[in-house]
């Protein structure tokens, strides 16, 4: 399982919301490629990048710091999410140095859309789920919809989607613990890879992750708890590395 440290990015800056609202934010620093080297220097593997006024704006408006941390760390794997609703976006941001695309949004709007883009570019797309009570939300979490996430990963199974990035609105950047039961659900029953996004906050939870990761978690995405010294990544890796095999069967 990976740790995967989020940076969030808001008018260049990096931030962390609460519970995704853009009016309640933190930031921890106003240079992105550095706020990438602090995370691989602690030994992350994967870095989850947010354009979070693209989220709402629906295009993306940070590409330019998304692409910075790209060419300065082309061997690492950085997912990208925010904003991405074409065709051409992706392309772009693939082109810039991405391993993967988030397609959130658009996603629960037009499924179709995660269908040809997975044919478009095969290995590459990631659908972002984030719930409120289990149904899905969009437009930045500014909407709730009618869709149970669980019900949507089962519609993508089959699309050649790599995995489903699910975040629990109620805990994110609260430091609240992950919603363990939502999260192996959505595993077990969506038929696609999971990581958990929302909550990680400390050990206690990388473990309690760990105990499902035979279900499908992939890895778990932490924010607020490794600016604000709650984690440490290098040592929640070192955790899911020496996790016993037997557990991940």
Not at 26 to 46: K, L
Not at 96 to 109: C, E, L, N
Not at 214 to 239: F, M, P, W
């Amino acid at each position: 399982m990976l740790v995967i440290p989020a940076i969030d990015l808001k008018d260049g800056q990096c931030v962390r919301l609460k519970q995704g609202r853009m009016d309640d934010s933190t930031t921890y620093g106003d240079d992105p490629v550095a706020m990438a080297a602090r995370w691989v220097e602690t030994g992350a593997r994967r870095l989850h990048l947010v354009d979070l006024n693209g989220a709402f704006e629906g295009q993306p408006v940070n590409a330019e710091a998304v692409t910075a941390i790209a060419r300065a760390y082309p061997e690492l794997p950085i997912q990208i999410g925010g904003g991405i609703r074409t065709a051409a976006t992706i392309e772009a941001y693939l082109e810039a140095g991405v391993s993967y695309v988030i397609i959130g949004t658009q996603a629960v709007k037009d499924p179709a859309f995660v269908t040809e883009m997975c044919r478009a570019f095969p290995g590459r797309v990631i659908v972002g789920l984030d719930a409120r009570d289990g149904y899905v939300a969009t437009d930045g979490w500014a909407e709730v919809s009618t869709l149970k996430a669980v019900d949507l990963a089962k519609r993508f199974a089959d699309d050649g989607v790599t995995s489903i990035v699910y975040t629990d609105i109620a805990r994110d950047g609260m430091m609240q613990g992950v919603n363990i039961a939502a999260t192996a659900e959505l595993a077990r029953e969506g038929g696609l890879p999971v990581i958990a996004s929302g909550g990680v906050t400390h050990l206690g939870d990388i473990e309690e992750l760990l105990e499902v990761e035979h279900e499908g978690i992939l890895g778990a995405i932490t924010g607020r708890a490794i600016y604000e010294g709650k984690l440490d990544v290098a040592e929640a890796q070192r955790l899911c590395d020496a996790a016993p095999a037997t557990r991940r069967s």
